[in-house]
């Protein structure tokens, strides 16, 4: 573990990177996009005209001849969780590592949670879930997980989801904001994200790097799987063979993408190459309309 100087001058960096994003974030759209996803039963009361009919507590109207309408009070306090692709593919990045930005991404999560007063939890997954922070508030807490998220070193390096989605359907008792950061090269996931997408809200933030989707004319290289280790020389210089990679990777993420899709979780797509916060910002700006309709 690095020195305490060295981490708190690496958060610190971070926090002061993020905070003109995580300012724009609090003032307005995190909490209208997110408030009143955690709502709790207050009483039943007998209906008015202009209630919600979908309130109706038809067991109850049912028993007094009368209808009642349920009455639920927002809670003001969220719970997000962080979940964080650890394994070696995020390591990759031609300007960048894609593990780098999705730090900047998380800490602007947790800042924007930290200044909303929200509980925020970590999650860090290989092929097996390495570390599990319980949400907590303050200051400190998320100076915490952001050390543990940036110095925490994998003991495995390949990936398989589904079983960090599977931990999580376990131990999220509470309904949570859950964002999930990866590059998401790895097989079906499906089942256990839609059972996680059933009781929580999920995001996905699928980040890649343009070195993934385009190869240059570098003549012959060698490529090595970073999570296997397996090795293959190619001829980038061949047009057909850059025109099929270029094919294929297409393929794989419109995939992806259509299996999302039909889950009907949100994704939220990022390039090493641009500003993290451009696609994140976007992301709000929509959920905030989807809100307000």
């Given amino acids: 573990m690095p020195r305490v100087k060295e981490v708190i001058k690496r958060v610190r960096k971070l926090e002061i990177k993020t905070r003109g994003l995580v300012e724009g974030l609090v003032s307005g759209e995190y909490h209208s996009v997110f408030k009143g996803r955690g709502i709790e039963f207050s009483e039943v009361r007998e209906y008015v005209p202009g209630d919600d009919v979908g309130a109706i507590d038809w067991n109850v109207t049912a028993r007094f001849n009368a209808p009642f309408v349920k009455e639920f009070i927002e809670e003001r306090d969220l719970t997000l969780f962080i979940v964080f692709d650890v394994s070696s593919s995020n390591e990759f990045g031609f300007k960048r590592s894609k593990k780098e930005v999705g730090y900047d991404i998380a800490a602007s999560l947790m800042f924007a949670a930290l200044r909303n007063n929200d509980r925020v939890g970590l999650c860090l997954f290989t092929s097996e879930v390495e570390l599990f922070i319980p949400p907590g508030k303050g200051k400190k807490h998320t100076l915490k997980l952001l050390r543990e998220l940036i110095y925490y070193e994998p003991k495995n390096k390949t990936t398989d989801i589904r079983t960090a989605l599977s931990y999580l359907n ?52 060698f490529f090595e799987d970073q999570e296997t280790g397996e090795q293959m020389l190619v001829d980038t210089s061949d047009p057909e063979f850059r025109e099929r990679y270029a094919a294929l990777v297409k393929a794989k993420q419109d995939a992806f993408f259509a299996r999302m899709k039909r889950v009907g979780v949100d994704i939220i797509q990022i390039n090493t190459s641009e500003p993290f916060y451009i696609p994140l910002q976007r992301f709000f700006k929509m959920r905030e309309r989807r809100v307000m309709r």
Avoid: C, W
């Avoid at 999220?172 to 090269?185: G, H, P």
């Avoid at 996931?189 to 190869?215: A, W, Y």
């Fill in 170 to 221: 376990n131990v999220i008792k509470k309904r949570s904001i859950v964002f999930i950061i990866s590059d998401f090269l790895a097989p079906d996931f499906e089942r256990p994200l839609n059972q996680l997408k059933n009781r929580h809200d999920v995001i996905l933030v699928s980040i890649t790097d343009m070195r993934e989707t385009q190869i240059p004319d570098i003549g012959y290289a």
